[in-house]
């Protein structure tokens, strides 16, 4: 197969292990895992499904802080090598856009994306039910929250990295307003961050595997590149003891997010370790983010484990791209016209 | 009470009846419903929760029509009186921005407001799962696809009768991918139709009565007034048989309308009569349309009866307005914030 590069900025001080011998498919977890465990900070029960990105030679975190009275709300955090986290035991405090205190109810699921040079939160929030909230911020200190970009219900919104034919592209994942069995990817433009619309869709649960028959909802921010935009995402199957959550693959086209062009038939990670395995919630691996690196194709995927945990697991560009092209299959609706 | 009037057009050949005397609440119905009975044209089985506008001295209808393979499309009318319908056998040709043929997989409970010369159908649209469509038409015979403005699920769209600080308004009840057993009103903004934004919530289900207890949802395009906005509405409540869908009235306020003003209480129409308590689904009456007359203060309210039929319902603006302030009451959220 040809190279295949990530396009975007080099990032040496990322996390990285080399793949052992003997691993079976195209991810590889951290030797260490998990890489924040229970009580890491006076107030806070768990951490996991949070944000990190690289920032002024560090690495900032936004987590999902379960606090101990059950609720979730997000905390910032530091790091030097984003393994070793050092977790602020305040929430951060938003403002409104007139710069007056502006708390979420609950906040839950983060992702941080950039995009021209602002950081943009996204997370899960109180809107009279499940919503995509919105924060920016420049500098990791003031925090502004942006209109909610969706009606609830909503979860799982991810934006894209850089604008896309001059306008900003999330993926959302719509839902109820309970936990919600069922769940398609959609994709949604806004030339400003305040409104929204040319709503697509993207990618469907089902396939022909079982692991995602559920529901499926966006991962870190995609990828991009030179094969199109990469994005794990979260596939859900049911048991008879509840909802299992892996990892899966999946590559959209460059220009047309909305299209998918290869997906991987197979989930990339599923809980096996004691850590994804058992926990507040069993059997969940929840990718949020990712850091990567364009001179050496390497990516470290951060997933929440079991509810409980993070965990960090590691690829290569070249070989995500090429398992998922090699195992790719098309599901009903992935290729439909995304409008109706 | 002050003089309460309707901010609009006058419209001499409305449907009218005056109030009979002994009628018990602010609402009366026309002494020869339904207007619309079953079988109503060709390959049609049911019309029922659909639009009418004044057009050129007549009178168009936007159509719920049951087609007899039991699927919703829309289909067109025409009418002289506002009361006697000529319905069209074949659907709506619907086609997108570029000319070409683009019908929904289903269309129904159809609301058609003029703003600004151009008339907008909004419906119930397949988008892979139940949400907003919309289109506009400045003649009723082409019949342009607009964006869907939000993603799924949602039903209920309505749109206001003119811009509100130079944006179209839209009201939409965000629900499930079935039945919905919820649902609260919120409203959006757009500055071109197409982005849409600054949700914000407007009214909640519940209140002290029952009869809203389980969901309400907009109704006919808000009627503008020196009191505020005037909404008729669905509330819906739920018995050992199944949901009842009754008519309330609100009054929103006309600069912010996500802030009510007055809510009455009480419905203002409830399934009474045979052909709102029989039909293909029982205790239905759902308003989607009304004709109004500003230099009178008549209102002439179309609404669905039992998912079969279409009732046409009276009062005035004034009548209706004073109802609705006597018996206002306050539902937890509605005084708000609009956004969390």
Known sequence: MTEVRIIGDK?????????????AGPVWRHSNNPVIQRN???????????????????????????????????????????????????RIAFVDEAGKPFQPNYAYDPR??????????????DFYGAAIGAAKTQDFKTFVRLENPFLPFNRNGVLFPRKINGNYVMLSRPSDSGHTPFG??????????????????????????????????????????????LMFYHGVTGT????????????LDRDEPSKVKYRSANYVLTPEE???????VNNVVFPCATLHDAETGRIAIYYGAAD????????????????????????ADDAGIGMM
């Open 112 to 125: 941080v994306i950039k995009v021209d040079g602002t950081y943009y939160i996204i997370w899960c929030t």
């Open 240 to 251: 008879c003891n509840g909802l299992v959550y892996s990892m899966g693959a999946v590559i």
């Open 11 to 23: 990032l040496t001080n990322m996390p990285w292990q080399e793949k052992p011998s003997g691993t």
């Open 308 to 331: 409980t945990y993070v965990g960090v697991a590691y690829t290569t560009v070249q070989e995500i791209v090429e398992y998922v092209k090699e195992t790719s299959e098309e599901v």
């Open 184 to 229: 398609d990817v959609f994709l949604s433009e806004s030339p400003d961050f305040v409104y929204w619309g040319k709503h697509r869709h993207v990618m469907s649960k089902g396939g022909q595997g079982w692991w995602q028959s559920v529901k499926i909802g966006g991962g870190p921010a995609p990828i991009e590149t030179t094969e199109g935009w």
């Open 274 to 280: 004691w850590y994804e395995e058992l926990g507040f």
């Open 40 to 90: 890491p900070a006076k107030g806070i029960a768990r951490i996991f499904n949070s944000a990190v990105v690289p920032f002024e030679g560090r690495f900032a975190g936004v987590f999902r802080a379960e606090t101990i009275n059950g609720r979730p709300h997000l905390h910032l955090g530091w790091s030097d090598d984003a393994l070793n986290w050092s977790i602020e035991e305040e």
